[in-house]
């Protein structure tokens, strides 16, 4: 039986292992994404580096840039870890979080965190694997992508997930890719799912509808088998369920200080 696990890399080396589980959902007859999602514009600066990667002391995963200093990923990406790797309650240092710019293994830029913000509930994955980061300055000249915070993904509606994992069979090098996603097969409060590749390191990264610039969850769960052509099941946390997170981020980032806010709540 596959196991659950969640699609984050500790930093270093990913070692093959037998399949182990990261929620995703199932598209088996619709279309490959194409292979970028948006036309290249005439700029140093390509639509697609609003997805960056957030490296941690223990683990890099994906993020999103949804305004020009807040980045979303997976609250499981920004948490303290065990002596075994297992996943604790409370977050990182804002220090100890980096933003690093660019699609492929070299960034050419980087950027500090100054807060964390999520909800006091999915550090291991599934609901609440969401948490925005506050960035140490605004990032002029990069785009943003749009969170859908005003409409659940819908069953049905064609996903493709972003990320900068790397399975064991990947060819050498961290890239930032578009993963094969699928059609939602299953909904929750707090979660989707659907048949999608992903990889060691895509955690965090944006879920998004497919021919639009709309985010409509991170990549929180998935099945792998070390072959990043392979679709598994796949668990994507839900951000419409978590506005009050995205709220707080937006206040902090404008000055407000977090203890004058009311403390954020996993009842939906």
Not at 187 to 202: N, R, V, Y
Request: net charge negative; aromatic share 4%; hydrophobic share 40%.
């Amino acid at each position: 039986m596959l196991a659950l696990a969640v699609a984050s890399a500790t930093a270093g080396c990913v070692r093959a292992a037998r399949p182990s589980v990261r929620p995703a959902a199932n598209a088996d007859s619709d279309d490959a994404p194409p292979i970028r999602f948006f036309p290249p514009p005439f700029a140093l600066a390509v639509p697609e580096d609003a997805i960056v990667r957030v490296v941690g002391p223990r683990m890099i995963c994906s993020g999103t840039l949804v305004d020009d200093d807040l980045v979303l990923t997976a609250h499981h990406c920004v948490v303290q870890r065990g002596d075994r790797g297992e996943y604790r309650h409370e977050s990182l240092p804002p220090s100890a979080l980096r933003i690093e710019l660019g699609g492929d293994y070299l960034a050419w830029g980087d950027v500090g965190v100054s807060y964390v913000v999520a909800p006091p509930c999915g550090e291991s994955g599934g609901p609440g694997d969401v948490a925005i980061l506050v960035l140490e300055r605004k990032l002029v000249g990069l785009g943003t992508l749009t969170p859908r915070l005003d409409e659940p993904p819908r069953l049905g509606e064609v996903l493709d997930p972003v990320g900068f994992g790397r399975c064991a069979m990947s060819p050498d090098g961290i890239h930032r890719s578009v993963r094969v996603g699928g059609s939602v097969r299953g909904l929750t409060a707090g979660t989707f799912d659907l048949q999608a590749s992903i990889c060691p390191g895509d955690s965090g990264g944006p879920v998004i509808a497919r021919g639009s610039h709309e985010v409509v969850g991170v990549v929180s769960l998935s099945a792998m088998d070390g072959d990043e052509r392979t679709r598994a099941t796949s668990i994507m946390s839900r951000i419409d369920s978590f506005r009050a997170v995205f709220a707080s981020a937006r206040l902090i980032a404008d000055g407000t200080h977090q203890a004058e806010l009311p403390p954020l709540s996993c009842d939906r």
